[in-house]
């Protein structure tokens, strides 16, 4: 089991580009979350998905945009990168909905020039 | 507005020392409060406390939820090196008779253990 698995580890961006943060898990988890952490900031939930197809919009959604068109993908994409939008992205997944654990993965972290 | 303070922001310890960590909610309908535990990269998972299970322990660890006062605490008795992190509080703010899919988490405490 490899978990819940993230792609790049690290990037920098000009700004204006665009591109997309690949996530996966394998454990066959319903529910799949994008957070970002702000230096000294707790958490915050950027978009989260119940299922395949099904998404919606957390705390920050604006500038980012999600799909999910199968259980074990969920890949966040930014588009018109900002120099806001500099900071570590975490994907996690839960069996039973964020009442409950989150098996985080290892995290991206974008720098935007 | 649903928010969850932690404090202290920072503690430093030495080997041995036993630390008490606070955090504090104010959420709708409540559901369940969860502590993870982050080292350099991704949290991990510690506890969730509900209202059906107000104390959990393992190890040195325990954590009690304080429902009345809105509140936990997180004990670490005995600290290691290994302990030193950043401790995340969340909350998990319910709508009705359910839970929603948000997690509200607080700044986090970064517990330095010094040998």
């Known amino acids: 089991n490899a978990g819940v698995t993230q792609t790049p580890k690290f990037r920098i961006l000009k700004i204006g580009q665009s591109m997309t943060l690949q996530c996966a898990q394998d454990?066959?988890?319903?529910?799949m979350y994008w957070y970002r952490q702000d230096p000294g900031m707790g958490l915050k939930l950027i978009y989260y998905?119940?299922?395949?197809?099904?998404?919606d919009k957390g705390e920050v959604p604006n500038g980012y945009n999600v799909s999910r068109s199968t259980t074990e993908d969920f890949p966040l994409r930014l588009e018109l990168a900002a120099p806001s939008q500099t900071s570590v992205y975490f994907c996690?997944?839960?069996?039973?909905?964020?009442?409950?654990?989150?098996?985080f993965g290892p995290g991206t972290r974008l720098t935007v020039t | 507005e649903d928010k969850v303070v932690q404090s202290p922001l920072s503690l430093v310890v030495h080997e041995g020392d036993t630390v008490t960590l606070n955090c504090s909610y104010e959420v709708t309908n409540f559901r369940s409060l969860l502590w993870y535990k982050q080292e350099k990269k991704a949290p991990t998972f510690l506890f969730m406390l509900t209202s059906s299970g107000i104390e959990k322990k393992s190890g040195r660890l325990s954590s009690i939820l304080d429902k009345k006062e809105l509140s936990s605490i997180l004990n670490i008795t005995a600290t290691q090196t290994g302990d030193s992190a950043i401790y995340l509080c969340a909350v998990n703010p319910g709508v009705g008779g359910g839970a929603t899919n948000k997690l509200i988490f607080g700044t986090g405490t970064l517990l330095a253990v010094q040998p």
């Open positions: 454990m066959n988890h319903n529910y």
């Open positions: 998905s119940v299922g395949a197809g099904i998404t």
């Open positions: 996690a997944s839960s069996y039973q909905g964020s009442a409950y654990e989150q098996y």
